[in-house]
């Protein structure tokens, strides 16, 4: 999807546009091994909070195989990337989730955060989804997060085999293409408005991920 439509007029599609500032900053974090240590914690930490609210948008009775199967998912990358911090440094600092020991990890604290009250007040606003109303939530602001994990996982993967790292994400990403297809399908199923819905959150996903980018360019300065 090249253009995205807001307010009736076509735009560029957030995502396209950030793909080389991505490339950029990516390209210093890798290239120094600190950098790089704390960015793999960030990423690890955000797998963590994906998983916890993805328990906690749902009441324990309604808590599916399908739901566990994702949030330990999530789980487990977390687990996965704290594990590859050991390839990079043996400073056992970056034990815990430590904000000293992570890039911007309140910037990237407030983005999950953002996009969850930004789904929730718009899904209030058009009041739709009144029974599954919690379900829809996590199924939106998963979606959102799946499309922006793709994206950025694949870019970061062409980055760390084009300077040879001796990490690699390719696990994950064959999770998280999984996961989306399943967020996709839920959507399908159960939103009779999705493409409306999508082209709306995606916009918004895009706005609240440029300031987490801004942030991390300013902190690299
Ligand atoms: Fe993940
Ligand atoms: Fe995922």
Redesign the pocket.
Known sequence: MNFVKENNELIENPLNQMNERLEKVLTKIIADHNSHAKWINLLSYL?FI?SRKIFKTQKNGFISEELLK?AS??AR?ALILKQMIGKITENENFQYYDSKYMINAYSGFRYIQNLDSMVKKQLLKISAFKEDFSYMCYVYV?YV??VR?NWLYAIYSGLLSKTGSNVNVSAIIS??VR??DDMTCEIGKLDPNSESNIVYFLNKEGLLFERFLCNLEKSLN
């Open positions: 797998e994906g994702h998912d999530e990358h998963s997060i799946e994990a999770d998280e996961h989306l």
